[in-house]
């Protein structure tokens, strides 16, 4: 049950920016993986180099190396290739060329920190953090991660929603996302606000890889890859586009991976290691079922069974 | 953008512009630097083929090693590079030191824990004159290398492939790592020792882990002991749900232990989870090799609740060896790290082949193949003696029992008791 | 670089080369230009790969009177026994290299066709992720299900030129196999693009409500393709797996579909040649690079790493030199369109 819990928070912060990121940019990005890794691997380093046990200044370094390192990829990547008018599929391939070659970065700094520190850091342990209590409530104990994963979520939450509701900023976020062109018209600077939202968002995932080095007891460069199809499951639960589709996919997702999992196991002698394909399974229905208005779809009209009008 | 007053708007047009400059110099300049490196160290190394003999000096043989760099063994993977660049040393050494003039090159390739980069690097290392390998880790890696070996005449020997299906006589498939059979004995004799009648096997779902949980049931079985098996998905990025999974069976069924089949990664990460739930830490926990050496275990969370559970864990070793306190010494003085669980049968898996290499008399892969196992025969080294069996697999492992004990430095791990004669001896008391 | 063995690379960078381009001519087929973006290629890979390797392993061990209760293919002495009597009979193994392949395409073509009935619902973005989780949900599945080894695998599959004695001979044999297939792929796969099929194929991709309005049945064309498209697939599965001569469900990971797609897009998307040129320059980048890493020795990075950056980076150049890919897409060439343009340039004479 905690466990539920503390995933939502998880996957709230890794999969709220994605789906941000997509309807405003329109980019499927893979490197959303190594967002997460980088962010985790900040505070890894900061741990292992510099015996930070600060949460909230991992935290803030992590959002604005990683944030800076979304823009970089946008100025240098995407928006060379939108510009000399490659598809969105081109531009995901990129972006895979791009998690490649990131993820070896990876391995050559911690390679290079190891020379410094002889420390092995490809593989990193749990951290424990000084900034952040652990509270005992009624007998069930919630650890740092679920302290700090609940007040990060809540924040990223509210300041989504305040940023995106409230300030013009946000609102030309939103614009943008809904017509990119009438945006332009009317004198929003697309540029700037499409390398702001890039800015946030891996600012977001990278604290939530920070608050991942507190629950996970192995961190290492590919700690991202085994997390992207569930994120991005979750994001398309939400039809890339919906935010709130994506929480309730957040929510849908953790609680059949933690509480369903073990109802299975524990009346159908489900084996536990069917786990990902619950979550997989649960997406297949999801779409069947609701499908997203999103990223278009629905079946012609000539081949539905159903027709209104006979 | 229109600028209002001027009389020609001109058309927002795609600009072409050809290149952007600071991309290309971005992009050039490591794959100038690189591919420079390569031209230059080659001119400087006049290398090529597995044996080059420059007259007057020394004759060079050439060893491939493939190693897990990157992928799930990578943390293993890291720590084993090291071992190979002490081992090579050691190995010119004492080859010098008998008057041989000769010199043994490392060409190390990752294989990203993969099967197809397996083969894919064994290919290369061949075409590369290569007749001696090392490597890869994972026994589906060795299963896919195993016909283009054969077919080819190369020698491959594993250090960590302990897969019961490749205990294959007549192959060029060596292994200087015994089987789990024998693992898993001296696990089941340790759990029953320390009290366990009620255990629950908590297992990795892939071959290793299917196979060991099967020699424990069996094991347990003759004790009269029935076990209880829950498996968990390999490759995920956290187990916390497995863990709660677990904790709930060992509470349903009144379980007394727990007994955990994993590798590092993932090993390290349900330890984390296990150690914040109540019910896991009311219960004794036993483990297997895969997680030994993982730095993540000696995270502070993991290691209080090592003491709690007074977790105890068996790994191939033998033990009072004085070769390998002088390995484990020098692992530390060098590179500042302890040697990790496979690093002796590494140490002695290329001690081995450059001897192999030099009775063989000739860089041949089907001389060499039959040399080996003489070699081993007498052979006596940090993982002990490194005779084969007639599968080619190592004949006889012993196994130690480890512990996660706080010193002075932190956590550190600790090798506290053997398995010899059927029964568990501990040479310490490690948790009060 | 000398005394590195050129033969030797050759036959073994263009097996694999082959076996990638079925995967990926098929994909350009059914993405590029019919617009199904198949992110489960690895479905029908493995599909294939696996119904060859059960079929071969248990068949061989029946046919030799062997009781595969007792003594399953996956186990230690089905494996010793497959040594043995894998290469005795050469007619035994061409024939079950044959039943297999055909058994695959039917099969993968099978389940390609049955996936189409989820996908015609979504958009592609949703395409896309419904076949990359079908392709987990083969996996896991594959990994829990016991006749087929579960979580080991099969292995010791005996190949159809496994009774040739020279090994060298053998493997230029099975690479010779490999690119006949892989003539056969392309042929088909030109022929059913170059037609009035295939303008129906690229007016799916481009508009769908379009293609409607003009009466062509949408449904049932993305169906055809992906089934074809999927056995051919399948087929390339049975090649590797009597390659390896091992399979496990983690060969067939969503990275082998991510590949494919980075080696179309390469070559450029609707180009069938294009998917050739892709695929050739992925494995071969990948492979030489092996041979001029080790000369950097060690440093205080593994330079292996390196290698892995040069390809990511590759990628990432490639598409920012050429946004399209390196081989524009043509237009259809069907005998029809050809008889025109002779027609039209003799009379610009």
């Known amino acids: 049950m ?62 604005l190396i990683v944030g800076s390192m979304a823009v970089l990829d946008n100025l240098l990547v995407f928006t060379p290739l939108q510009k000399r008018g490659s598809s969105p599929a081109m531009i995901m391939i990129s972006s895979m060329g791009l998690w490649i070659a990131y993820r070896y970065i990876l391995y050559m700094l911690t390679d290079i920190a190891h020379f410094y520190i002889s420390k092995n850091f490809v593989s990193y342990g749990r951290i424990t953090y000084a900034d952040v209590p652990s509270i005992t409530l009624g007998g069930v104990t919630l650890s740092q991660s679920f302290i700090a ?123 536990v290691s069917f786990r990902p394909f619950l979550t997989f399974a649960t997406l297949i229905t999801t779409l069947v079922l609701f499908p997203p208005l999103g990223a278009g779809g629905g079946l012609p009209y000539r081949f539905r069974k159903r027709r209104l009008l006979k | 953008m229109a600028h209002v007053g001027s009389s020609t708007v001109p058309l927002p047009s795609i600009r072409k512009r050809p290149f952007s400059i600071k991309l290309i110099v971005m992009i050039l300049i490591p794959l100038i630097i690189g591919v420079a490196l390569g031209y230059g160290i080659a001119f400087a190394t006049m290398g090529g083929g597995g044996v080059t003999t420059i007259p007057s000096e020394k004759t060079v043989y050439k060893i491939g090693f ?119 004995r001296a696990l089941s004799t340790l759990a029953y020792q320390e009290g366990a009648r009620k255990p629950v096997v908590f297992f990795r779902n892939d071959e290793y882990g299917n196979a060991f949980a099967e020699f424990l049931e069996q094991n347990f079985r003759e004790k009269g002991v029935t076990i209880s098996k829950l498996s968990y998905q390999t490759g995920l990025s956290d187990y916390a749900s497995e863990v709660a999974t677990l904790a709930s069976k060992v509470q349903s069924e009144g379980a007394d232990s727990v007994i955990l089949i994993a590798f590092d990664t993932d090993g390290a990460n349900i330890l984390s989870h296990a150690a914040e739930s109540e019910i896991l830490s009311k219960v004794r926990w036993f483990i297997s090799e895969g997680p030994h050496g993982a730095s993540e275990l000696l995270a502070p969370a993991v290691g209080k609740f090592a003491s709690k559970v007074k977790l105890y864990g068996t790994r191939p070793l033998f033990i009072a060896n004085p070769l390998y306190e002088d390995f484990k010494t020098r692992m530390k003085e060098k590179f500042g790290i302890e040697p990790a669980v496979f690093c002796d049968n590494l140490y002695d898996a290329i001690k081995l082949a450059g001897w192999a290499i030099l009775r063989a008399g000739s860089y041949d892969g089907e001389a060499i193949k039959n040399t080996l196992p003489e070699v081993a025969k007498t052979h006596y080294g940090p993982s002990g003696w490194a005779m084969f069996d007639a599968a080619g697999d190592k004949a006889q492992q012993d196994y130690g029992v480890w512990a996660i004990v706080s010193t002075t430095e932190g956590y550190q791990f600790k090798d506290v008791g053997v398995f010899e004669r059927g029964s568990v001896v501990f040479t310490e008391q490690s948790y009060p | 670089m000398i005394g590195f063995d050129v033969v030797g690379f050759l036959i073994s ?106 996908i015609l619902r979504v958009g592609p973005e949703f395409v896309g992720f419904t076949l990359l989780s079908s392709g987990e949900l083969l996996r896991i599945f594959l990994t829990h299900y016991e006749p087929v080894g579960a979580s080991r695998g099969l292995m010791a599959i005996p190949n159809p030129f496994g009774w040739v004695p020279d090994s060298r001979i053998r493997e230029t044999l099975y690479l010779i196999l490999v690119l006949s297939f892989l003539a056969l792929t392309y042929f088909v796969m030109k022929k059913l693009v170059n037609s009035p099929f295939g303008r129906v194929l690229k007016a799916t991709r481009d508009d769908e409500t379009a293609a409607l309005c003009m009466g062509k049945h949408v449904p049932r064309t993305k169906a055809t393709v992906l089934s074809i498209g999927s056995g051919f697939s399948g087929v390339a599965g049975v090649l590797l797996s009597y390659y390896f001569t091992s399979v496990n469900p983690n060969m067939f990971v969503p990275a082998v579909t991510f590949n494919a797609w980075a080696m179309i897009i390469l070559g450029g998307l609707g180009n069938i040649v294009g998917s050739l040129l892709g695929a050739a320059i992925i494995t071969f980048v990948d492979r030489a690079l092996t041979f001029i890493i080790p000369l950097l020795g060690t440093t205080i990075i593994s330079p292996d790493y390196l290698r892995g950056l040069l390809v990511g980076l590759l990628i990432v150049v490639v598409l920012l030199v050429n946004p399209k890919g390196l081989l524009p897409e043509k237009p259809i060439e069907t005998p029809a369109s050809k008889e025109v343009e002779k027609e039209l340039s003799e009379k610009g004479r």
């Open chain 1, 2 to 63: 905690i466990n539920f819990l503390q995933y939502m928070f998880f996957y709230i912060i890794f999969s709220l920016p994605l789906t941000l990121s997509y309807r405003t940019t329109k980019v499927i990005n893979f490197v959303h993986a190594n967002f997460i890794t980088y962010g985790a691997y900040v505070a890894v380093f900061l741990h292992g180099m510099f015996g930070n046990t600060s949460i909230l200044l991992a935290a803030i370094i992590a959002f």
């Open chain 1, 149 to 271: 994963g609940m007040i990060a979520a809540t924040i990223v939450i509210l300041a989504i929603y305040l940023f995106l509701e409230k300030t013009r900023i946000g609102r030309a976020m939103r614009a943008i996302s809904d017509n990119e062109v009438l945006a332009g018209i009317s004198g929003i600077p697309k540029d700037i606000l499409i390398n702001l939202t890039w800015f946030i968002c891996g600012g977001i995932v990278a604290i939530g890889g920070v608050l991942w080095t507190s629950f996970s007891g192995a961190i290492t460069p590919e700690a991202g890859d085994s997390m992207i199809l569930q994120v991005f499951t979750i994001g398309f639960i939400g039809g890339l586009v919906s935010l709130w589709r994506t929480g309730v996919g957040a929510i849908i997702i953790s609680a059949m991976e933690n509480i369903g999992i073990a109802f299975l196991n524990a009346f159908l002698g489900v084996p």
């Open chain 2, 66 to 184: 493939t190693l897990p760099l990157t992928g799930e063994l990578s943390s293993i993977g890291k720590i084993w590079e090291k071992v190979v660049s002490l081992a090579m040393e050691d190995l010119n050494n004492e080859v010098a030191s008998y008057g041989f003039n000769v010199e043994f090159n490392a060409v190390v390739l990752d294989d990203a824990t993969s099967d197809e980069k397996a083969l894919q690097n064994v290919q290369s290392l061949s075409q590369q004159g290569i007749r001696v390998i090392i490597g890869p880790a994972a026994s589906s890696q060795v299963k896919v290398v195993k016909t283009y070996a054969d077919n080819n005449k190369i020698v491959v020997i594993s250090p960590s492939s302990t897969s019961p299906t490749l205990a294959i006589p007549n192959d060029f498939i060596f292994r200087t790592v015994g089987s789990d059979a024998g693992q898993a």
């Open chain 3, 13 to 118: 960078w263009l097996t694999l080369f082959g076996i990638y381009s079925i995967l990926a001519i098929t994909l350009n087929v059914e993405s590029g230009i019919s617009g199904i973006t198949n992110f489960g290629k690895v479905v029908f890979y493995g599909i294939g790969a696996y119904v060859s390797a059960t079929l071969t392993t248990y068949l061989i061990l029946m046919l030799n009177g062997i009781d595969v209760n007792k003594t399953p293919p996956y186990n230690i002495n089905g494996v010793i026994l497959l040594g043995e009597l894998g290469n005795k009979n050469p007619f035994l193994n061409i024939g079950l290299f044959i039943l297999a392949v055909v058994l695959s395409f039917v099969v993968a073509g099978l389940i390609g066709y049955l996936l189409t009935y989820p």
